[in-house]
């Protein structure tokens, strides 16, 4: 996997030690300490998660692991912050905490990655709602409510990777990091894009241009083979630049952007990375596994007899962290429960997993786009009443097909070239958070400018529209219940 280096000099103060070979970008140096943590049992445990979850079930090649999209989002930031040493923006002490934090910000993620993640956060929510005596009472069925998207920041995995850092006593990383002089609370920081004194170095973690994501449009384009992620990715980082502008508050504050006769550049990227989304995450056969997938790590979670070997919450995760069963919480557990005889009494569980198993996949009955302006959320017709006959009516339809109420659901995707809007009032509306995830373009005078605000800009045009795609699965394959589903599903939006 490795070999030792001729001891290159790394700014002058630390040293390349091994190299490491990536298929996407050849060589990936590395220094003693991140040697020392790529080693330590935990960070090993990321070679059992697979990047983009179930994705292989469609695309066979996209077998690669958050270990090796790890060592990508370091050679990454490697180059972008030699780039800004170089220009007198960062200086040795900084390119060695984002080098360390872009290593380290995985190394909590959940089995199968996003896939995982959203189960919990899905368990959070509820019991939030429960601490809230808030009724979480839905008429949707259980493989739709694990669709759906349950947004809860505080059990992300860089949450999971911040306490795993600051917390973690038994596998090294801790005491690896003070060898080396390291910050813990300060990394974990970093990770979470929090870092209070240094807006670049949340930036250059949590952006439309941080390394995470420049990484996976390279990778995720190779190991599916499909070319959306063919981006001029040199051009790109030799043409980043730090810029200034003024906060909520009206104080100048300095930000990373492309140099203006980069944007189109940026434009290329950005519309590669949607159709991305568009063509392999989104993919109708991948979504409806990885909700299967999803239904199945719920339902482990809510059972009491896999309290040893899975996990109840959040909570519980973070308690175990410093044992063998977190080691153990990887895709190769996911797919042990496939097999498991006490989630099989239950005939659901039962046929989720042997679909899982046996890639029978849930036949898609009915696909609706609408294509929306953001500003004015009007949809086209027909997409509000399929939504409304899926919202209302489903169970109604299942009765009339002869099918159960629980083999149909549906799934409700949004799709947009960047999550903020042109026709916002900028300097009103938009929050810290959000300018903080925004693509800039610098120019030369040094100001930095968001991308959706230059009417110049493609991606000004396009990030005023809206993709979104609402999608009726049914369990039973056969072309006959399909059929059925199908011709009252029609009947009834007459």
Request: contains cysteine.
């Amino acid at each position: 996997m490795a070999t030792k280096g001729g001891s290159v000099y790394f700014f002058m103060s630390e040293k390349f030690t091994r190299i490491i070979n990536d298929n996407v970008y050849g060589a990936v140096p590395l220094t003693e300490a991140e040697w020392e943590v790529i080693n330590t049992p935990i960070f090993q445990r990321l070679r059992r998660i697979r990047q983009l979850g179930l994705s292989s079930y469609v695309f066979p090649t996209a077998e690669h692991t958050r270990f090796s999209h790890s060592l990508g989002v370091l050679f990454i930031m490697g180059k972008i912050t030699e780039l800004l040493h170089q220009k007198g923006i960062l200086n040795e002490d900084d390119v060695r905490k984002l080098r360390m934090a872009s290593l380290l910000h995985d190394v909590g993620h959940y089995p199968l990655s996003h896939v995982g993640e959203a189960v919990f956060m899905r368990i959070q929510f509820e019991e939030e709602q429960v601490i809230r005596k808030k009724s979480s009472v839905s008429d949707e069925n259980d493989l739709t409510k694990a669709g759906r998207r349950y947004r809860v920041k505080s059990v992300s995995h860089e949450r999971v990777g911040a306490a795993i850092i600051t917390r973690h006593h038994n596998h090294k990383i801790a005491n690896i990091l003070k060898k080396h002089r390291f910050d813990p609370v300060e990394l974990a920081k970093i990770i979470n894009g929090e870092h209070e004194d240094n807006i670049i170095y949340n930036q250059l973690m949590h952006s439309s241009l941080d390394a995470d994501r420049l990484d996976y449009l390279l990778r995720d384009a190779t190991h599916t083979g499909v070319r959306y992620g063919l981006v001029d990715f040199d051009y790109l980082v030799r043409h980043l630049e730090i810029g200034e502008e003024k906060d909520t508050q009206g104080n100048p504050v300095k930000v990373i952007g492309v140099s203006q006769k980069a944007t189109h550049v940026l434009e290329h990227y950005l519309t590669a990375r949607y159709f991305l989304y568009s063509q392999v995450i989104f993919h109708k056969t991948v979504v409806a596994f990885e909700i299967l997938a999803r239904a199945l790590m719920y339902y482990a979670s809510k059972n009491e007899m896999l309290d040893g070997e899975w996990f109840r919450n959040y909570d519980d995760i973070v308690e175990n962290i410093n044992t063998a069963k977190f080691l153990r919480f990887n895709d190769h557990l996911f797919f042990r429960l496939l097999h498991d005889s006490r989630l099989r009494k239950d005939r659901q569980i039962r046929l989720i997993a042997e679909m899982l198993l046996k890639r029978r996949r849930p036949k898609m009955i009915k696909e609706v786009k609408s294509l929306i302006r953001t500003s004015e959320n009007r949809y086209a017709p027909e997409f509000i009443s399929f939504r409304t006959l899926l919202d209302k009516h489903l169970t109604a339809v299942a009765e009339k097909a002869s099918v159960k109420p629980k083999w149909l659901f549906y799934h409700e995707i949004p799709l947009s070239f960047e999550n903020i809007s042109p026709y916002l009032n900028i300097s009103e509306t938009l929050s810290e958070e959000d300018k903080k995830e925004a693509a800039r373009i610098i120019a030369k005078d040094g100001t930095a400018k968001l991308l959706i605000e230059d009417q110049n800009s493609v991606i000004h045009h396009l990030a005023a529209l809206k993709l979104v795609i609402l999608r009726l699965y049914c369990l039973n394959t056969s072309k006959a219940a399909c059929g059925r589903v199908l011709e009252e599903t029609e009947a009834m939006l007459l």
